[in-house]
């Protein structure tokens, strides 16, 4: 038996169960699958959520943002209000930057409940492999539907099944979680630590969330071995598990919407090329892909309004953000040499507007 709904989101990671929350709000039947067993686990994530001035800063035209950004009080594990710019001789630049930490796994839980709440269901277990003629063929069976939505990651399957273009180069990270008393300040640290990314320790209640990514045509070594040396050099102990998962370095994928299915989040490659954050991203374009999706359905509105209002709010941003990094790439990323140099030529406010999506020179 083949099952129907009006909207099939696939993923239920931040970008999945925001597009789901608000496309059940529109009153049409929305149905969440996940190939995971449980929402959110494991975390393969740093957990770091700037703060909404922040936000607003890289996003000025974003509006109604606390309907996507308020969360509750116990998804904030603990609020940081810098950003340390560690360089290859550990000379350091700290931003004012505030932000917060998160669990990632409760914060993803909280959304997805946000979208059931609203209307949406969630099948867990369940894995997208195709589509064709508007039916998604799953690990658990057969769903037809009217709009597709692929909120499946960096590698996303579904942007694959409707003919877009993947994630091209994406970087691998690995993280895991220590105990400790950290300072409330993020570190992010530079050079063949790290090579062509960085690697980072982030603040949390006690605990730290660190983790390492590369850019693997600058690597001389596995993800293990990075990931290895990064702990030693900073004497930290590991509790649990290593976790790694690729993150999106291009920026926004060219097209995000085909025929009747659009991606979101990680999947469309929105992703702030310079740091790896994508959370923010995938709530912004997560809402306006669900409000999409629902006028489709009921009002028989084109999908084009979401490319067309997402990159209203973001492309420019992103794209600067890629140019910067590919400029990083280019001149400081070479050897450690070449990165402390070019740290020190741009100096603590044009490290800011790099961090930030924002011009470094004029
Ligand atoms: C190591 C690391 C550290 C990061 N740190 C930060 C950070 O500190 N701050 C920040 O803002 N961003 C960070 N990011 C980026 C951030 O995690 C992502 O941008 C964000 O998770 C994107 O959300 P999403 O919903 O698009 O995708 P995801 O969170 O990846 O969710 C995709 C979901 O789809 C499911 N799925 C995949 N394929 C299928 C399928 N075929 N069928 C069914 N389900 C499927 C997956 O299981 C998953 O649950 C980090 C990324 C990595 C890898």
Request: glycine share 10%; aromatic share 8%.
């Amino acid at each position: 038996m083949t099952d129907k709904v009006d909207i099939l989101v696939v993923g239920s990671g931040p970008a999945g169960s925001t597009a789901a929350r608000f496309a059940a709000q529109s009153g049409a039947s929305v149905k969440i699958i996940e190939r995971r067993s449980t929402v959110g686990v494991p975390v393969r994530c740093g957990e770091f959520m700037p703060s909404d001035e922040e936000i607003l800063n890289m996003f000025p035209k974003l509006k109604d943002m606390s309907e996507i950004f308020d969360m509750p009080e116990e998804l904030h594990c603990l609020e940081t209000y810098g950003i340390d710019l560690i360089d290859p001789s550990e000379k350091v630049v700290r931003l004012d930057f505030k932000g917060y930490t998160t669990d990632r796994d409760r914060f993803d839980q909280h959304l997805a409940k946000l979208a059931c709440e609203a209307g949406a269901e969630i099948e867990m277990n369940d894995m997208f492999l195709d589509c064709k003629d508007n039916i998604a063929s799953t690990s658990k069976g057969d769903i037809e539907y009217k709009v597709l939505i692929g909120a499946d990651g960096p590698g996303s399957r579904v942007a694959q099944s409707i003919g877009l273009q993947r994630n091209q180069n994406p970087y691998p990270a690995v993280t895991a979680q220590v105990k400790g008393d950290f300072e409330p300040c993020t570190k992010m640290f530079f050079g063949g630590i790290a090579p062509g990314a960085y690697g980072w320790i982030i603040p949390k209640d006690g605990r730290a969330n660190i983790g390492v990514g590369f850019a693997p045509k600058f690597a001389k070594d596995s993800t293990s071995a990075y990931f290895k040396k990064f702990i030693e050099s900073h004497d930290l102990k590991v509790e649990g598990e290593v976790y790694g998962k690729y993150v999106p370095s291009e920026g926004p994928i060219p097209k995000t919407v085909s025929g009747n299915a659009m991606v979101v989040g990680d999947a469309a490659g929105q992703v702030i090329s310079v740091n790896g954050g994508g959370i923010p991203l995938s709530l912004i374009a997560g809402r306006i892909c669900g409000q999409t999706a629902g006028r489709a359905v009921n009002e028989g509105a084109s999908l084009q309004e979401y490319e067309a209002q997402w990159r209203d709010i973001m492309e420019a941003p992103l794209k600067l953000a890629a140019f910067n990094k590919k400029l990083a790439d280019m001149f400081a990323f070479r050897s450690d040499t070449t990165t402390k140099m070019c740290m020190s030529i741009l100096g603590k406010r044009r490290m800011g507007n790099l961090i930030r999506c924002k011009r470094i020179f004029p």
